[in-house]
């Protein structure tokens, strides 16, 4: 294979072909998401996948590993499209040592890999290595033979990696570098290997973790020491294709291309806007990746920097007048590009186009509601006559309205404004600080709490899934006032209420999304109500509505008093009744809504059930009712509820779902319906699904970016909610003085009559726009055999302009209309243009409302034949109309 012919799926192939080839194991990708490293946010590096084996190398499942990580790193946005180094998605080689080989092996692969399997000429490489590794300079030139002139003693801030730490593994590093040749060179005279310029492009990076940086400022030697080197396969492939920057290799060039023509026929692109195109294909590749793991766009963490992406790149074509969807598009060509790779793509396609859509959709909304914000806080920069818009006020921008502070920049510098930037990142800061004030950790501030032993001995086992009631031994309890325990609905909110600790107990404690079980507790033969139960550390707390003070219980709870429990079983079974129904709910959404449909929360009561789950937008009213059908089916089928004990890892390697961040110990309950759903669950179920009876969706609905909401009944409450609706619509009907049956018909005849009203109140109230518009045409001057109309329209909002200048397109085979209104503090002008002049003549509104603009000091912008200027220079009317027939004119003569 020749130089020239790589493709990046190649490039990948031939590493770990390579490798294994040299008896490492390939480990597939992880996640983006690092597994239980809550240190990161995303995966970075290839390492970090095998962390663990760096820190505890003993058993290991292998010792030698290669690898193609997917990574994603936003250190430095600003950066992104401008330079052959920056990216936010990237994909990194790599081969790792955990105790078995060292530098030479690491070193003498490397080479071997780029000039015998690669073909790359020996001339155009160089390497690195740390300033005081004579050991590393020794491999590379008395034994690979790299010229000493072609080897770069470099210092710690290049060539020395780690510790993350104060303390921690570390060690120095070599890098291979490619020269690109003098004329992408900085053309200083220090210009050579590690210059930051882009003539030597450092593509791989040789890590020798040998040591460990103790507390005393010690570098101590490793009895094992270990390798991690990554290799960023986009500088590699511009490498290998020939190309002139990432930008145009395989990876990128189908993107790049596919935004290119989105562009108008003939527009010219500078290098700015080229810079521009580059950073839109990167963040498109990072949201296709990141949406398909199913980290979704919101306001904080992951999801935060995936809508910051998102909303960066609109930004950007936004300025070139792109204001509508586009990077959903994108995702097309993207899984195009990687899918032979990454055949997941494939499955989540639609999925992920869908979610991507519904994001911009939702930012352009934004966008209008923040946008007449914006224009009070250039009103109140004008009157103070500020030339910069103060970083309080933009950050509020970005705070309500979602605004990234890229878009306030272009659209301040629009209005001849900028933005202060750092106080913008200072307000930033600030909220950060107060949401870290506001946060709590589980432990902390809490007082410590104080029981009375009765005995030591077992405690806290529960035995609810094999009996409701029996006898239990008090360990431990605590007298409390009823006033200080919130809102449990007390018969007599004053007294006391008694936590006791049994050895065993067949109360299920709220845990797992699943309420309480109620019931009664019998002591020293008096029955009370057990208010609430719940967990506290690892014991189970039943909360007990209380007739005594302390003397009274001291004397009650001997040592070893027994007592008697009764689960309420209705209650029981209404609970189980929706936890059932909320197994086989997930089971429908993944079904019919899609795969990616995970569950984000639930609430499982007696009454009702509730569930969140992942998805980007809402479910429509067909796909509820097929869900509610697909439940209720299951129930017919009186589907077996069983349950089983298995290893954790045994379980979810079959497939068998866990709920994410959920802890859960090595030995799990799993439950599984029929052959319809296999979760982890600790809740109670019913034996049989038929026991559900009946399920209905009550409401489905959005809780936050990415999270809808479900709320069902089951049982009893399905059927109460059956009669309440049959009860509304006979007192409809009543109402209408129409029968139950002729309601909707009835409804919707008024309905209609209403529309009827409103449409006759808005004929009325255009007749008088449409007698001023056909004033404005009797009025209209000619210019070179064009119709040129232009005057004010006494209209409520700008629809109603737009909509005139569609008749006057509608009435005028050739001309050219500019309507203008007075709107909210601020003149409106529509510009119309009829199609035979776009058409034949080039003429175009938005042509015009680029030379009319200046003349008022406004913006604006749209297509060739409907085109919108807006500015706060009221009196600019007048200007408008006595320049326009000179403009129509010289764009004419062009």
Not at 208 to 220: A, I, K, M
Not at 223 to 247: C, S, W, Y
Not at 457 to 476: Q, T
Not at 607 to 621: A, I, K, P, S, T
């Amino acid at each position: 294979m020749t130089h020239d012919t790589w493709t990046a799926h190649e490039i990948r192939r031939a590493f770990i072909d390579f490798f294994v080839a040299r008896a490492h194991t390939e480990v597939p990708s992880a996640p983006l998401v690092p597994r239980g490293d809550p240190t990161l946010l995303f995966t970075s590096a290839g390492m970090v996948q095998f962390k663990e084996l760096y820190l505890h190398p003993l058993n290991l499942p292998y010792t030698r590993a290669a690898s193609v990580q997917k990574c994603l790193r936003a250190g430095d946005l600003e950066s992104v499209g401008k330079t052959l180094r920056h990216h936010t998605f990237f994909e990194m080689l790599g081969n790792f040592s955990f105790g078995d080989y060292f530098k030479r092996e690491a070193i003498e692969w490397a080479w071997e890999f780029v000039i015998h399997r690669l073909h790359l000429p020996q001339d155009k490489l160089s390497v690195s290595v740390f300033e005081d590794d004579d050991e590393a300079f020794g491999i590379w030139n008395g034994e690979i033979r790299v010229p000493a002139s072609r080897i770069v003693r470099l210092g710690r801030r290049d060539n020395f990696w780690g510790p993350v730490g104060k303390t921690g593994i570390c060690g120095p590093c070599s890098e291979i570098y490619y020269d690109s040749g003098p004329e992408r060179g900085c053309g200083k005279p220090g210009c050579t290997t590690g210059c930051d310029c882009d003539r030597y492009i450092e593509f791989w990076n040789l890590v020798f973790p040998q040591f460990f940086l103790d507390e005393n400022g010690t570098y101590r030697p490793l009895e094992k020491p270990g390798i991690d080197t990554g290799l960023g396969l986009e500088r590699l492939a511009m490498i290998l294709q020939g190309v002139e920057d990432n930008f145009h290799t395989d990876l990128f060039h189908p993107v790049v291309e596919a935004l290119l023509d989105m562009f108008p026929e003939g527009m010219r692109i500078s290098h700015e806007d080229r810079m521009g195109i580059n950073m839109v294909a990167d963040h498109a590749r990072a949201l296709t990746f990141t949406v398909a793991e199913g980290i979704y766009p919101s306001n904080e963490g992951r999801g935060y920097l995936v809508r910051r992406l998102l909303r960066r790149a609109l930004t950007k074509f936004y300025s070139y007048g792109i204001a509508e969807p586009f990077l959903y598009r994108l995702v097309d060509v993207v899984v195009n590009t990687m899918k032979i790779d990454y055949p997941e793509l494939e499955e989540r396609r639609d999925d992920v186009a869908a979610i991507v859509r519904g994001e911009e959709e939702s930012f352009f909304r934004t966008l209008e509601d923040g946008k007449a914000r914006f224009v009070s806080i250039v009103r109140e920069a004008g009157e103070a006559n500020a030339a910069v818009i103060d970083g309080e006020r933009a950050f509020l921008l970005h705070d309500t309205y979602g605004f990234p502070l890229e878009l306030t920049k272009t659209l301040a510098a629009a209005e001849g404004l900028t933005v202060d930037e750092d106080g913008f990142e200072a307000a930033m800061e600030e909220q950060r600080r107060r949401a870290h004030e506001g946060s709590s950790f589980a432990g902390e501030g809490q007082e410590m709490i104080s029981m009375n032993v009765l005995a030591e001995g077992e405690s806290s086992r529960f035995v609810g899934y094999e009996r409701l009631g029996g006898e239990a031994i008090v360990r431990s309890w605590r007298l409390i006032e009823r006033s200080s325990l919130g809102d449990v609905e007390w018969s007599d909110p004053e007294g006391y209420a008694l936590e006791l600790i049994l050895d065993e107990t067949p109360f299920y404690a709220t845990s797992g999304g699943q309420v309480a079980d109620g019931g009664w507790i019998e002591i020293a033969g008096r029955r009370l109500r057990i208010m609430d139960v719940f967990k506290r550390g690892g014991e189970i707390v039943h909360l007990v509505e209380s007739p005594w003070r302390e003397e009274d219980v001291r004397h009650k709870l001997t040592n070893n008093q027994g007592v008697r429990l009764q689960v309420e079983d209705e209650r029981r079974l209404a609970v189980a009744r929706n936890h059932t129904a909320t197994h086989l709910l997930h089971a429908a959404l993944r079904e019919i809504v899609g795969r990616h449909v995970a569950q984000a929360g639930s609430l499982v009561g007696g009454e009702r059930l509730r569930f969140d789950f992942n998805h980007y937008q809402g479910v429509e009213h067909d796909a509820l009712r097929r869900i509610e059908d697909r439940v209720n089916g299951w129930i017919r089928d009186c589907l077996e509820v069983r349950t089983e004990s298995m290893n954790y890892q045994d379980a979810v390697d079959a497939g068998v779902i866990a709920l994410f961040g959920e802890k859960y110990g090595k030995e799990v309950r799993v439950v599984r319906i029929g052959d319809v759903s296999a979760e982890l669950c600790g809740g109670t179920h019913l034996s049989n699904t038929g026991q559900i009876g009946l399920f209905l969706i009550a409401s489905e609905g959005g809780v936050a970016a990415g999270v809808r909401r479900i709320e069902a009944l089951t049982g009893t409450g399905a059927i109460a909610n059956v009669r309440e609706l049959a009860d509304r619509n006979e007192e409809l009907a009543a109402i209408l003085k129409v029968s139950r049956g002729e309601t909707n018909a009835r409804a919707r005849a008024l309905v209609a009559e209403l529309d009827e009203l409103r449409r006759e109140l808005k004929r009325a109230e255009s007749g008088e726009a449409a007698q001023e518009l056909d004033r404005i045409i009797s009025s209209a001057v000619p210019v070179d055999g064009i119709l040129v109309a232009y005057g004010r329209l006494t209209v409520k909002d700008i629809g109603a302009l737009r909509n005139q200048a569609d008749v006057f397109r509608g009435k005028v085979k050739t001309g050219i209309a500019v309507l203008s209104a007075e709107l909210n503090e601020k003149l409106q002008f529509v510009i119309a243009v009829s199609d035979d002049l776009v058409e034949t003549r080039g003429i175009g509104a938005d042509a015009l409302v680029r030379e009319l603009g200046p003349v008022v000091g406004g913006g604006g912008g749209g297509k060739k034949h409907l085109a919108q200027l807006g500015t706060r220079d009221l009196g600019g009317e007048r200007k408008v109309f006595e320049v326009l027939p000179g403009i129509v004119k010289k764009i004419i003569s062009r």
